[in-house]
């Protein structure tokens, strides 16, 4: 909820000027008319003048006219303006069987600030109420389904259009963009190819939804489709391709699209150049996405903070990182709470943990990121019982970790061979957290317990797991296995690792290693023999060293 400007602004001066001759009867003070309430609120909602549209509120109250539904319709769009919501209801519950307009005002200021469960229970009120809604109610709620991902409200939703009749553009638009954001994509395609009139918001929601499922080609076809039929592309659906493509590593399609892009008139904004460059590090093309983004300062388009966030984990070493502080620091996004989490992980990673802390410190307000990246920085440079304690002062705090915290705090105890402690936060996470313990945790365990040499307990808790362990588990176990000369347990861990990467020379050579260490040379010379057959070659060594 953005905050409220609160500006001054003279209020309505309702009482009459001395005439020019003096009367020996006193003039009656002006009384306002309704009319000229309602326009100074209308100035002061656009203006978000909120003290000054709080006195005339007063003097409506005291002219006796609080009773008056225009008026009531105004007040309540003047305190939804200015972010009001509490007042706003106060005053909807005051008036005296409120209009359609009033129920769409109220209605649509929760759908717009992501409160669906008021926006629509108020909706199932205004229709007992026996109101019929307009063709901006029902489109309001279900776009706030769609941001929450509350597929069932707008199920129920759905059933009440198909039930009334009262289908059309906006409606059917509304729920595609609400399935497809929830990941119904089939049933957002079906209710997409009966819509008669499809507007521009229906493509880019089918689109959007394609992309973000990964199914950039099936997006691309519908695009085609989308120009067949008539319907310009504009900014939203580019974007939408470049980003879909870029994100999978299909760099010669999205540069394609950017291109097209410009031939097709349309300019590239923030959030192209964004894609381009996020693309380019999450599939780790650290010097591409630098390149990316110094062409985007070159074309004249200024980075956001959601630009600064992306680039940062491209910053692998400290010169590029405090590069891009600074530059975080001339736009003025250094303070913004994603900007200050990242550039807090950057640090954490690159090494550089009293930069992180400096940072960390400052933050007013907290996220979960922050915390996270502060407790792995520690974990990883070796300060485990700081990781330890951050995130005890985290929970102290009444932050609610989740599964990262726990799969960094646990770390933590593996390396400081912390193992009660260890088990407590693994047990806590289930039954003081509510978090179900993953794949990655298990394997934290599983490295906990074999670092301490309880490997025997670590099988057990493997043999216990409610999902498959993956080649991280039993990686773990093996490792634990050669450093404890457990080769029982070795050759049942280095068996299913067989079997998950037969490519992969590492549990050959760690078992081989461990039959060696016991003596037994037929065996260790079996299996590389075995490994040679299968062509299982491990890769040689390299290094990098810049002067």
Known sequence: MRN??????????????????????????FRPTPDLYATHLEICARDR??????????????????????????????????????????????????????????????????????????????????????????????????????????????????????????????????????GRIAKARTLFDRAVDKDLVAWNSMISGYVRLGLAMDALDLFDEMRAAGVKPDVVTWNALIAGFA???????????????????????VVSWTS???????????????????????????????????????CVDSKRGKEMHGYAVVIGVEKELFVCSSLIDMYAKCGFMSEAEKLFNKMTGRNTVAWNSMIFGYANQGYCDEAIKLYQRMVKEEFMPDHLTFTAVISACSLSGMVELGWSLFESMRGEHGIEPRLEHYACMVDLLGRAGRVYEAYDLIQGMPMKPDSFVWGALLGACRNHHCLELARIAASHLFKMKPESAGSSVLLSNLYADFGRWEDAIRLKKKAKKRRIMSSQGRSWIEI
């Not at 994100?247 to 904004?269: C, I, K, N, T």
Request: proline share 5%; net charge positive; aromatic share 10%.
């Open 276 to 314: 381009i460059v996020s693309g380019y590090v999450q599939n780790f093309c650290y010097d591409q996405a630098f390149e990316a983004f110094k062409r985007m300062l070159v074309s004249g388009v200024c980075p956001s903070s959601v630009t600064v966030t992306a680039i940062l984990p491209a």
């Open 4 to 29: 409220t400007v609160r500006k001054t602004v003279p209020c309505l001066n309702f009482h009459n000027t001395h005439h020019p001759k003096p009367s020996p009867i006193p003039s009656r003070p």
């Open 247 to 269: 994100q999978m590593g299909e760099f010669d399609v999205a540069l394609d699209l950017f291109d097209s892009m410009r031939v097709d008139r349309v300019s590239p904004d």
């Open 49 to 182: 003048y909120l003290d000054s549209g709080r006195k005339t509120h007063s003097q409506i109250i005291v002219n006796g006219l609080s009773q008056s539904i225009h008026l009531s319709l105004k007040l309540l769009t003047f305190y939804v303006h200015c972010d009001q919501l509490s007042d706003a209801l106060h005053i909807f519950d005051k008036t005296p069987k409120p209009n359609i307009g009033g129920w769409t005002v109220l209605i649509t200021a929760f759908s717009r600030r992501g409160l669906h469960e008021k926006s629509f229970k108020l909706f199932c009120e205004m229709r007992r109420e026996g109101l019929r809604h307009n063709k901006y109610i029902i489109p309001s709620i279900l776009k706030a389904c769609a941001k929450s991902s509350d597929v069932r409200t707008g199920e129920i939703l759905h059933g009440f259009v198909v039930r009334s009749s009262s289908s059309d553009v906006f409606i059917d638009s509304a729920l595609i963009l609400m399935y497809s954001k929830c």
